[in-house]
Structure formats: structure tokens, C-alpha cells
């Protein structure tokens, strides 16, 4: 049966080659042909023989992802629902900043972890994506976003339906190079619980011979689930870590996220910190201000206590929202939460939400389209 071979890193694609009988080194052939000229047709792979490529066509073939709905936020973020092929869904969102072109992706559908604040875990897991579906957000957003989605009549937010396909004649022409400068892990699903394809994906991501992307310029976002931390601390791949912290206090984040009450603060910060050392790269925090919930003295300070001689970087996010316990933090919290971090000479990066008004937001994927 043939295989999809965008679920292939280079490697793996070498030794599926020779065990099919092909030289080794048409791996690297084809991956330059899909990931950097990105041709999906073997007949247009020319510099491989005419037979080694009809074996090629009868062994693999290339997925494509349909998109459903795109849709644009003032801000100019893109959200994407993609159909996949079991009729799940997944989204992903482009966030466009001065130079900087960030794809959030989805890794997979659901999440198990149900973070309060988050409504892509209300639903639970659904399954884990494939290598392939993952990369395939990529490649198919990489392929639109120099297009402008159809204005719908009445003046109403722009959208795009119907399938879309990248270069099925073999053309490249068209696709903004380098477009995307960032990847971030931080969509639907918790990247570490799927953390075999996650790891497959970002080694095409930074294949050489294909993409090229650089691996600081990936980011993987999690909620702290120490066993994979160790294990990506192992792998070394180089790429950036952000774990999702919201309180310094164990009670507080427990009732945030579940998920301290199996791996808590202290012994997460353990191993974050062995990351860092390991990968020489601070780990960053993001810390989402709720109103009345996380913002108090008392809560700046055990934040200082928690991360002071640790190798990182903070984002303070305030809650732009309101939906249950969590609300809107005041101006007023905001600045003084800022104030205690900068008297303690903590670093860190106020920033805002993107694309609420199309629920695109951090912890907003899943709500309408699932
Ligand atoms: S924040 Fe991340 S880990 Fe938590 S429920 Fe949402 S997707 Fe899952």
C-alpha cells in the first residue's frame, strides 16, 4: 500500500528507500524536490531516473490538507479551519507583526488537559495528528497567505472556502519565500503528548535539503508535562521551549490547570531549568493575567521567588476576555503586577492577544468550528 511520504524525515526516508531497493541518496533528491522547489508530482522530479520515479509514484504519495474556512482578523491575523481526512477538524493561525510571520500550529485534535481558561481542551482528545497533517499547515498556509481571501458582499469579515490545493501542477510560482520567519507548537493540543510526531515534523521543519527553518525559530508550547521536557532535553534538538505557567502558586495553578496537580511547580521548575542549561536557551513563561485571580502583590512576589536564577524570559499576557472564573484584569493590576517584576529586576514582555474578534486568540481555537 503506498505511504504517505510527507510523514518522512530525511533519515527515515533514506532507509525506506534501500529497503525498497532505491539508492539512499535519492532521499535527499526528493526532499529537496517536495520541501524547497516544493513539487508534489514525481514525474517533475528530474534529475531522479524515469524508472526509480515510477517505483516512487507506486510506493508513496503526497497529502494535501482542505481548508473549510479562513477567516481574517482586523488586526490582519489569519485563522485557518482545515477538514482532515476522518472529518476532524484542526486550526491554525497566522499572526503577521512588522517583520516577524508567526504560524501557530495545531498539533492535535483536542486536548486531554483541560487548562480552564482554554476552550481546545473543553471537548477532550480526539486523537494525535500525523507528522504529515502538521507539516501540511505549514506548506498549505505558506502557499496562501501572499493571497488575499475573497471579500464577501456586504462588507462582512473576508473568508475563504473550498479545498485548496499547492502546486499540483508542479509550479512554484507564487509562493512568498520565506513568508513564515516563526513556527510556535501552541495551538489545538498539547505538542509533548504528541511528542514522536512533533519531533518528526520539526526535523523536516529544519531539514537542510527541504525547509530550512531555523530551529531557534520554532517554539514549543506546553503546560508542563515533565516526563517529555526530559526527553526533548535529551533529543537536543534546539529548539525553543514556553511552558504556560499563570500562577507561582501550586494551589492557584492547580485549579488553573490540572495538570500541577500531577507535575508541580517545584519539581517542573527542575527540570526547566536543566533544559535550559542543556540547551543553553532561556525557557519562557507565559503568564496570562486574570483579573482578580493571579495579579496580586502576593502573586508578583511568589513569581519573583519562583524564577529568580532561572534562564528565561517572561510574557505577561492580560486576559483579554471574560468566561467564567476568568475576567479582564484592571489597568490598575496590570501596572502594579509590571511594577513588582521590574523593582525585582525581572524582565519580561507585556503583550496583547491577536485576533480576538475572529477567536483566534490563545486559548480560543476549538469554539466555533468544532
Ligand atoms: S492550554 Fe494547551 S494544554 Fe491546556 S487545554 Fe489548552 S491546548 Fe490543552
Known amino acids: 500500500m503506498a505511504e504517505d511520504i510527507k510523514n518522512y524525515t530525511l533519515s527515515e526516508l533514506k532507509n525506506a528507500l534501500s529497503s525498497k531497493g532505491f539508492a539512499p541518496y535519492c532521499a535527499g533528491q526528493v526532499f529537496n524536490w517536495i520541501y524547497a522547489k516544493r513539487i508534489e508530482n514525481f514525474d517533475l522530479m528530474t534529475d531522479i531516473s524515469k524508472g526509480t520515479r515510477d517505483s516512487l509514484s507506486e510506493n508513496f504519495y503526497f497529502s494535501k490538507l482542505k481548508i473549510s474556512k479562513r477567516e481574517v482578523s482586523l488586526d490582519k491575523t489569519e485563522k485557518f479551519l482545515f477538514e482532515l481526512n476522518d472529518g476532524a477538524s484542526i486550526e491554525s493561525v497566522f499572526i503577521p507583526e512588522n517583520n516577524r510571520r508567526t504560524l501557530c500550529l495545531s498539533s492535535q485534535v483536542g486536548c486531554k488537559y483541560g487548562c480552564k481558561f482554554c476552550i481546545s481542551g473543553t471537548r477532550g482528545l480526539k486523537r494525535n495528528l500525523a507528522a504529515s497533517e502538521i507539516v501540511n499547515q505549514y506548506l498549505t498556509i ?30 512554484a510560482r507564487g509562493i512568498p519565500e520565506k513568508a513564515i520567519t516563526n513556527v510556535v507548537f501552541m495551538g489545538i493540543g498539547e505538542p509533548l503528548d504528541n511528542f514522536e510526531m512533533t519531533v518528526k515534523a520539526i526535523r523536516i521543519f529544519t531539514e537542510h535539503k527541504g525547509l530550512n527553518f531555523s530551529k531557534r525559530r520554532i517554539s514549543i508550547s506546553t503546560c508542563g508535562i515533565i516526563p517529555q521536557i526530559e526527553q526533548l532535553s535529551l533529543l537536543k534538538l534546539g529548539v525553543k521551549l514556553s511552558v504556560s505557567l499563570h500562577s507561582a502558586d501550586d494551589k492557584i495553578r492547580s485549579k488553573i490547570m490540572p495538570v500541577n496537580s500531577k507535575y508541580p511547580l517545584g519539581e517542573l521548575m527542575k527540570v526547566l531549568r536543566n533544559f535550559s542549561e542543556s540547551e543553553k536557551y532561556p525557557v ?19 513569581l519573583i521567588r519562583l524564577l529568580r536564577g532561572t534562564n528565561c524570559k517572561i510574557n505577561l499576557i492580560p486576559y483579554n476576555a471574560s468566561q467564567g472564573d476568568f475576567k479582564q484584569p484592571a489597568p490598575s493590576e496590570v501596572e502594579d503586577f509590571c511594577k513588582e517584576l521590574e523593582n525585582a529586576g525581572l524582565f519580561y514582555t507585556l503583550r496583547k492577544s491577536r485576533g480576538q474578534d475572529i477567536h483566534a486568540a490563545c486559548g480560543q481555537l476549538y469554539a466555533l468550528w468544532g
Open 142 to 171: 505558506s502557499d496562501l497567505i501572499g493571497r488575499k481571501p475573497e471579500p464577501r458582499s456586504g462588507g462582512a469579515t473576508p473568508r475563504f472556502d473550498g479545498a485548496l490545493r499547492h502546486q499540483s501542477t508542479g509550479c
Open 284 to 302: 519562557t513563561f507565559e503568564y496570562a493575567l486574570f483579573g482578580s485571580l493571579n495579579t496580586s502583590k502576593l502573586d508578583a512576589q511568589k
